[in-house]
């Protein structure tokens, strides 16, 4: 049984710093594209980053330079550390795993909830 368990999230004032993880279990995720989204109230869920087995990254225009993706693959676990934070970066964080070849993420954790507010 494949799970991806986020944790990490919380509230923080804006230009706080949060570092999310996603530790996953039943999957090996060293050649899985590892990706970080996000699903604020009344909007679709978007792609923060992500990052390809082979280390490549990806980052929506609206967090570069500011978040950071990285893996453990040792540690079977995927990080999304943010910094600068804002109101707008508010939302329900999930991790999800996808195969390199194909688009669609084929497992995802349940969520952690990140709130920007001071």
């Known amino acids: 049984q494949v799970q991806l368990v986020e944790s990490g999230g919380g509230l923080v004032q804006p230009g706080g710093s949060l570092r999310l993880s996603c530790a996953a279990s039943?999957?090996?995720?060293?050649?899985?594209?590892m990706g970080w989204y996000r699903q604020a109230p009344g909007k679709q869920r978007e792609l923060v980053a992500d990052?390809?087995?082979?280390?490549?990254?990806n980052y929506a225009d609206s967090v570069k330079a500011r978040f950071t993706i990285s893996r453990d693959n040792a540690k079977n676990t995927v990080y999304l550390q943010m910094n600068s934070l804002k109101p707008e970066d508010t939302a329900v964080y999930y991790c999800?795993?996808?195969?390199?070849?194909?688009?669609?993420?084929?497992?995802w954790g349940q969520g952690t909830q990140v709130t920007v507010s001071s």
């Open positions: 039943g999957i090996s995720i060293r050649f899985k594209t």
């Open positions: 990052i390809t087995g082979g280390d490549t990254t």
């Open positions: 999800g795993a996808r195969s390199q070849y194909r688009p669609s993420v084929e497992f």
